[in-house]
């Protein structure tokens, strides 16, 4: 059972462009959503990460839109750059002491 | 940089080999978790460590097994390699923060089971 489903699995996105990515999760236990990013070769970054008594928040180019009621939360990267380009995964966990769940990835590529 | 350093980088074994994974935590974070992450998938938690104990484990069989030192490195064990435990072993090193704890990852070895 896949707790946490991430779309698109590929986004090609123009420099300067807006790229979307979509999380849905499952166990309303969750309370901590957290994004990672990896490059090739590379293990994941912790990009940004949001808990569910807000609805949205913003670092630099880096913005977590989150929908409680729906279960779903989104990062959303404004004024994408080429150096970008890497494989985005959404994460939960219960903050309590889980380990963290991943989607399955999305692997952004930004064209010039 | 996260702080946190694996060894080796890159392994080749053959099935029915044991293999020992080795990671460095950060500074100051008492907890460690090891995840394994196939090709084209995200990290899959096979367990976690805190204060040298096992506390958690994911759906991974007994032929995985850790410890964690008082140093707060670590080590993933692997008996009997199978072809399927070619992945990407990451190791995660976290802190708690307010009501979060915040891992962090390694940049992980790479097995190649043949």
């Known amino acids: 059972q896949q707790q946490v489903k991430q779309s698109p699995q590929s986004l090609i996105v123009q420099k300067g462009g807006i790229s979307i990515i979509n999380c849905a999760y499952e166990?309303?236990?969750?309370?901590?959503f957290p994004w990672y990013q990896q490059f090739p070769g590379k293990g994941p970054a912790l990009l940004i990460a949001?808990?569910?008594?807000?609805s949205e928040k913003k670092e630099g180019r880096f913005t977590i839109s989150f929908n409680k009621s729906a279960k779903q939360f989104s990062l959303h990267i404004m004024d994408s750059q080429p150096g970008d380009s890497a494989t985005y995964f959404c994460?939960?966990?219960?903050?309590?002491?889980?380990?963290?769940?991943f989607g399955k990835g999305t692997r952004l590529s930004v064209i010039a | 940089e996260t702080g946190v350093t694996q060894s080796p980088t890159h392994l080749i074994k053959t099935r029915g080999q044991q293999v020992t994974l080795r990671c460095s935590s950060q500074?100051?974070?008492?907890?460690v978790s090891w995840y394994q992450q196939a090709l084209g998938q995200g990290p899959q938690f096979i367990f976690q460590y805190y204060r040298e104990e096992e506390n958690g484990r994911g759906n991974f069989p007994p032929r995985f097994s850790g410890l964690q030192f008082p140093n707060y490195s670590s080590e993933l064990n692997v008996n009997a390699l199978e072809l399927d435990d070619s992945a990407l072993y990451l190791c995660?090193?976290?802190?708690?923060?307010?009501?979060?704890?915040?891992?962090?990852f390694g940049p992980g070895t790479r097995l190649t089971v043949t």
């Open positions: 949001i808990r569910p008594d807000v």
């Open positions: 500074s100051g974070h008492n907890t």
């Open positions: 994460a939960a966990s219960n903050s309590g002491n889980t380990p963290l769940v």
């Open positions: 995660a090193s976290s802190i708690d923060v307010g009501l979060a704890k915040l891992q962090y």
């Open positions: 166990n309303t236990a969750f309370d901590y």
